[in-house]
């Protein structure tokens, strides 16, 4: 694995789930607020790699590049100064992200959202990709490590009578 787009492959082989966009859109809220409760604590790798995981899969749902997400994301000027900060940087984006989602699913436009709305939610996947990496380098790892973790604990789900599977 060297690049995210490599492990957004392997990571959608292990998504099970039916409402495209919205689901990881939850995720993404849910996983990015337990990430918050879980800094300074033993799970909290654990926690940003499920993060790293509905990041993947809102990307690949809305067709967008995840690897040209990450490279506007590095080139970004820093502008945390602790992982409390940068959490909570992911927690708005992904309050953003649900808030687009929301009016793309209350207005009913289409069956995916509109150029428009994709654009804003890249936008702040930009933003959220941001957070991760400041927290990464804080936590004195690599996202390949994090994702890389992620990958083995999704992989022992399916020993647990568990089939992955995805709706297109």
Same mark, same amino acid.
């Given at each position: 694995?060297? !690049?995210?787009?490599?492990?957004?492959?392997?990571?959608?082989?292990?998504?099970?789930?039916?409402?495209?966009?919205?689901?990881?859109?939850?995720?993404? &809220?849910?996983?990015?607020?337990?990430?918050?409760?879980? #800094? /300074?604590?033993?799970?909290?790798?654990?926690? #940003?790699? $499920?993060?790293?995981?509905?990041?993947?899969?809102?990307?690949?749902?809305?067709?967008?590049? #995840?690897?040209?997400?990450?490279?506007?994301? #590095?080139?970004?000027?820093?502008?945390?100064? %602790?992982?409390?900060?940068?959490?909570?940087?992911?927690?708005?984006?992904?309050?953003?992200?649900?808030?687009? &989602?929301?009016?793309?699913?209350? $207005?009913?436009? !289409?069956?995916?959202?509109?150029? $428009?709305? &994709?654009?804003?939610?890249?936008?702040?996947?930009?933003?959220?990709?941001?957070?991760?990496?400041?927290?990464? $380098?804080?936590?004195?790892?690599?996202?390949?490590?994090?994702?890389?973790?992620?990958?083995?604990?999704?992989?022992?789900? /399916? %020993?647990?009578?568990?089939?992955?599977?995805?709706?297109?």
């Amino acid at each position: 694995m060297k !690049t995210w787009a490599d492990y957004q492959k392997k990571a959608i082989t292990t998504a099970i789930y039916k409402e495209k966009i919205l689901y990881p859109t939850l995720g993404l &809220v849910d996983e990015s607020a337990e990430f918050y409760h879980a #800094i /300074g604590q033993k799970g909290q790798l654990k926690e #940003i790699g $499920d993060c790293f995981f509905f990041l993947s899969l809102l990307t690949y749902d809305i067709n967008s590049d #995840i690897n040209s997400i990450y490279e506007e994301s #590095i080139e970004m000027e820093p502008i945390f100064t %602790n992982i409390n900060e940068a959490a909570l940087n992911m927690i708005l984006s992904a309050a953003k992200i649900c808030g687009i &989602v929301k009016k793309w699913r209350r $207005d009913g436009e !289409t069956i995916e959202p509109s150029d $428009d709305k &994709v654009i804003a939610i890249e936008f702040e996947l930009v933003s959220y990709m941001d957070s991760i990496n400041f927290i990464c $380098d804080a936590l004195g790892c690599t996202w390949y490590d994090v994702a890389q973790m992620n990958l083995d604990k999704r992989k022992n789900y /399916g %020993n647990k009578n568990k089939i992955p599977y995805r709706l297109n």
